[in-house]
C-alpha cells in the first residue's frame, strides 16, 4: 500500500505530527516486509509507502515582503484565486520551496529515522507539462489576458522514479517546482498548485491521498466543525461536498476529484493538527472520497437520457 501525503504550507499547520508519523509508518512497513520475508505474515498489511508532497506559499510570500516585494494574486473568470508568478517571484520560489522548505522537511524526517530524500518537480521530469505564460484574469469586472506568468498544468507525472527511489528504502520528499516545457521547446521551471501535485502522484501510483491540513475536513458550514462531512462514495455525495467547498477548499476539493480521475485509491481531507494525523486520516477521521463520487461516462449517459 502506498499513501501520498499533502501537507499544507498554511502558517496554522504544524508539521511535526504528521512527519513522526511518516516515521511510524515507514518503521511498520519495514517490519511487515521482515514478517513477511520471513513467512510470518499471518494477515499482516502490506508494507507502508510513503510520498510526501509540501506547499509553501506563506513562506514564499513572507519572503517576497522580506524583500520589498507584494505577492500578486489573481481571480480567474471562474472565480478561482491563485497565485500570478511573474519572473522575480519564481525566482523566489525557486529558493524557498525545493530549497529551505524541503531541504528543513528532509532534515527532520532524517532526525526521526527516515531516509528521506529530497525532489522537486523538475528533477528528472518528475512533474512535467505545458508552461502557461498567460492568464485570464477578473479585474475590476472585466476579463483580461495577464503576460509574463510562470506556471502550469502537471500532465505527466515520473511514477517510475518514485517507485525506484521507494524501492530503495527511501522515502520522498517532493516539492514544486514543475518543468514546464514551452511552445518553441526546451523547459522552464515554473509553479504549479502543491495540491494538485499531490493529486497527479497519488493517481500515478495508484495510492492513498491524504490531504492534511487546518481543519479536520470538509464542513456543510464552513464555520462549524461539527457540520463535518465524514465521507462521499457517489456522484450525487460528491456533488454536495462541491457545493460546501468554499474559498481555499475549493482547490483541494478540485485536486481530490483530478486525483480521483487520475486512479488514486482514495482521498482524505484532515487535519495536520495531531498526533498521527496520516494514521487517523487512513482510519476515517476527516472527509474521505471514494473512486464512485466519479460518475462515469455510462452514468452520464443514463442521467441525461
Known sequence: ???VV????????????????????????????EQSSAGRSGGVEPPEDVVLVHGGSTAVDETLEDLGKEPTYVETPGGVVGRFTDEETMDVFKMVMPGKLNTDLVESLHNE??????????DG?????????????????????????HSGKIESVNADLLETTL????????????????????????????????????GALEADLVV???VSGIYEDPDDESTRIDSASTPEEFAA???????FMTKKVMAAEEALEG???SVTVATANADEPITAALAGEGTTLEPGVIADDETTQEATE
Request: hydrophobic share 40%.
Open 113 to 122: 529515522g527516515v531516509d528521506a530524500v529530497g525532489l522537486s518537480g523538475t
Open 212 to 214: 492534511l491540513t487546518d
Open 167 to 202: 524501492a530503495g528504502g527511501y522515502t520522498p520528499v517532493v516539492s514544486v517546482p514543475m518543468l514546464g516545457k514551452e511552445k518553441s521547446g526546451g523547459y522552464t521551471a515554473v509553479n504549479a498548485d502543491a495540491d494538485r501535485a499531490a493529486a497527479a502522484i497519488a
Open 125 to 149: 521530469k518528475l512533474l512535467e507539462g505545458k508552461r502557461k505564460s498567460a492568464v485570464r484574469v477578473t479585474e475590476d469586472g472585466k476579463k483580461k489576458i495577464k503576460r509574463g506568468d
Open 263 to 265: 486512479g488514486a485509491a
Open 6 to 33: 499533502k501537507i499544507g504550507g498554511a502558517r496554522a499547520v504544524d508539521p511535526e505530527g504528521a512527519l513522526s508519523d511518516v516515521a511510524s509508518l515507514v518503521a511498520d512497513g519495514e517490519d511487515s516486509a
Open 1 to 3: 500500500m502506498t499513501v
Open 241 to 247: 461536498v462541491k457545493d460546501a467547498a468554499e474559498g
